[in-house]
């Protein structure tokens, strides 16, 4: 048959748009071998012509199906997150505010020497909310979400993230004011040593990277991260609105080139025994669960030290567990099973799943993550 070509495929001819309107234009469609664009590239390209029944300069020359993949998979709208659904943070919540959200709301105000940084680096252990602070921005800013996980660009799309990368800060140029965020932004940016490290971690994925390596991966991954730093010198913060959040659980990997993009760099630590509770609370009322006592969440709080916001929900739906196991040990089927048969979820639940659960961070990386943000995090 028609040799099929997929994202990893070949060559396919650009998009020509000048002097086209996207209705008219005919164009090779990636991954069909047709030569029109299929409705659903359409209707993205669409939505991103000007008034002038044009794309704009920055989507001229990039492949549709890049277009499409991001404005399907990559950009959301309204990520659905409010500063209300995030457990503790304060200071961290304060400082974007000030430095993120006021200048996307008013940027008028924040020109000259109010004009906001290009980029802001959220880092921490994992699972303490650094995704939730990112969705937020955009739901409080009323800007439009764009998430990219790093290693996917070095992974999935081998040899394409340069032009991914591209098409990415093209879109969201179109759609401002626009947050990207750019998760474990330290497998992009990072100093050699973490190629090598990511180079090991794709090989064990995939095991056709072999062949590719010869067409010299090391040249390919060295491009996209001269692309990256290229984008975010190339938007300009007084007329475009789009910041670009940078997460890592790995700050120490950035290089000094990286860090001097990344203006500000907020630390996003472990939650407090306060905002620990609070997350119990909150997941448990979502479900109608919440019986226990302020004594019982005070002892939660103090046998999950050390636990992160992402322990912590799976402290949670591990104990929710409890009730369900017991009442099904008493002889009752699943099928015949009534929700009024459940008891409550009680400190029990929670001490049994304390067993199963452990934290996911260790007081050593604790450490490196202080020290980092002593030498380089923003204080303010
Ligand atoms: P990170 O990006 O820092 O690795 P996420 O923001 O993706 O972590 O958090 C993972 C999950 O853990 C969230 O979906 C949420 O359920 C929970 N979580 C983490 N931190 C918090 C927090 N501060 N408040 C409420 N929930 C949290």
Partial sequence: GFPRRGIRGNFVPPIR????????????????????????????????????????????????????????????????????????????????????????????IFKGCRSPGRGLLLFGPPGTGKTMIGKAIAGEAKATFFYISASSLTSKWIGEGEKLVRALFGVASCRQPAVIFVDEIDSLLSQA???????????????????????????????????????????????????????TNRPQELDEAARRRLTKRLYVPLPSSEARGWIVKSLLENDGLFKLSDEDIVSICKLTEGYSGSDMKNLVKDASMGPLREALTHGIEITKLKKEDMRPVTLQDFESALQEVRPSVSLNELGAYEDWNKQFGSLA
């Fill in 193 to 247: 040593a973490a190629q090598v490290r990511m180079d090991v971690e794709t090989f064990l994925k995939d095991f056709t990277w072999l062949q590719r390596k010869s067409e010299g991966e090391h040249e390919s991954s060295r491009r996209l991260k001269t692309q990256f730093l290229i984008e975010m010198e190339g938007f300009d913060t007084v007329s475009e609105q789009i910041l670009l959040i940078g997460a």
């Fill in 17 to 108: 748009c000048s002097g086209n309107n996207v209705g008219n234009v005919t164009s090779r469609n990636a991954g069909k071998g047709e030569d029109t664009l299929d409705d659903s590239t359409r209707r993205c390209l669409e939505m991103l012509v000007g008034p002038d029944g044009e794309l704009p300069e920055k989507l001229r020359n990039i492949e549709p199906r890049l277009i499409e993949h991001i404005s399907n998979e990559i950009m959301n709208r309204d990520p659905n997150v409010r500063w209300n659904d995030i457990a503790g943070l304060e200071h961290a919540k304060r400082c974007v505010t000030e430095m993120v959200i006021w200048p996307l709301l008013r940027p008028d």
